[in-house]
């Protein structure tokens, strides 16, 4: 058996959401005793990674993107002894923890930025990126992610700062050295409180071009936004690999970037195991798929089979072993809820909900499984826009009435198909109040399905999406096939079926997955036969008389065959 060349290859993540996943003081918002009550939860799942969402002291303007003090955990959440709790519970069942690393921005409460503002002449005025006025107005053309201009106008010294995201959301300027060797210390400093890696959010915005030059105004969506110009910047390569050679390459760490709008021969220069910087990236590609890629510009679009074909091959095939690693996710707190977007969320949720589990484990890359992912929660549809709590949501609602007089009623309906708040809803535990969630009144709503969609409910039946997905990661901790097998595409062009192979010297696995409420016939191309092709997962029962040459698929069905040795 092959071992693991790095502990991170044969490991599944999971991301905790911490304000929604689960509160211990009836204070309406999840929290640190809340995730220790559940550690035994994630044990039980087979989970080796956690992915803390940001729980540092924040304003909450963005639900904690927007950190105020790198070094502390915000009181809602609970204290750094709580962390330290939770890191103890973690690592005594073998999982490991991973933080969040927000450090293309800070919020605008950090003391930096308070000190930055203050004067031109301040210590910390280079630590954020500050531009006189042009011409009265803002020094580029360049848009917010949250809604309009990414500059904002600071009385104090009368010059702009910029600020990809919200207003309370400064971008810190990594020309500046004394920048990244904070951020350098930092990550030493949560390192030696044992955390085990991070997750870098939009890490690949820090490097911005030199002149900060204007977007053309041509060109829509990314470009209009001013997108080539700061993501994936000139010096990125280069800040990236400083952080390497001062941090990261001193630890055996797990890192991942969150890297929109990048594409494979980047990913390789990021990935590689000798040459690149980080272990892995989120690439946004599959999730462009269904509507435009930034949420102020929200869009949806039908989204097709051929074209989640196309993307995940490029990947697989791109960052074959040696080149690169993926991740693989269908979901996280930015994102609608995959049964919802890609699959069934009636009559066929929980079978859709496997076969997308199928998807995502079967795939070569380190799997990221968000939560209630496992038990396969939907989107929710609130009916007013109070009952939304996503600062992007709120502002695109705003905009596009005042703007372009959009009509409220069909933004609610691009809302619940779009909205981060979809994936932000309380966790559902039971089937009691508020889900089991929290004793006080949740931050935000709970999905009124909570009643048929629980934990409880899942963990009593053994035929629920959790023990599906239970199996699935069983499978990738014990066969290296699943983990290092080569990726191959089969019966490329058919329009219902996603079916692959993925071969390890005289193994091979056949996934076939039906991506439809239809019922379309698999037949097993030439080249594929085995004499006894051992079933290893499916998320229907065998039926009588099947036949791996010639199977009638039932609505999402999916399974995984063993072929050969
Ligand atoms: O997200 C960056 C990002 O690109 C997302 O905003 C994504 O494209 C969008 O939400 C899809 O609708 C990261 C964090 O994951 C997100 O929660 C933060 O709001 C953002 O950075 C700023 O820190």
Redesign the pocket.
Known sequence: MMDPMAWWHDAVAYQIYPRSFADSDGDGMGDLKGILSKVDYLAELGVDVVWLSPVYPSPMA??G?DIADYRDVDPLFGTLADLDAVIAALHARGIRLVMDL?V??TSDEHPWFVQSRSSRDNPYRDYYIWRPPRDGREPNNWLS?FGGSAWQYDEATGDYYLHL?SRK?PDLNWENPKVRAEVYDMMHWWLRQGVDGFRM??INMISKAPGLPDAPATRPGFYQWGGQYFVNGPRLLEFLAEMKREVLSKYDILTVG?T?AVNTSQAVQITNEETGPLNMLFQ?EHMDIDGG???RR?QRRAWELAELKAITTRWQRDLELGRGWNSQYLS????PRPVSRFGDDGPCRAESAKLLGTFLHMLKGTPYVYQGEEIGMTNVALPSIDDYRDI?TLNMYRERISEEGADPQALMQLIHARS?DNARTPMQWSDGPNAGFTAGTPWIKVNPNYRDINVEKALTDPDSVFHYYQRLIELRHTRPIVVYGVYDIIMENHPQIYAFTRTLEDERLLIILNFSGEEPVFELPDGLEAPQPRLLIANYPVREGDDLRRLELRPWEARVYLLGA
């Open positions: 963005d639900n993107y927000v293309n921005h992610h995201f959301q959010d939009v969150e929109p946004f890629r930034w949420g929200s996280n707190h930015d994102q992007e981060r």
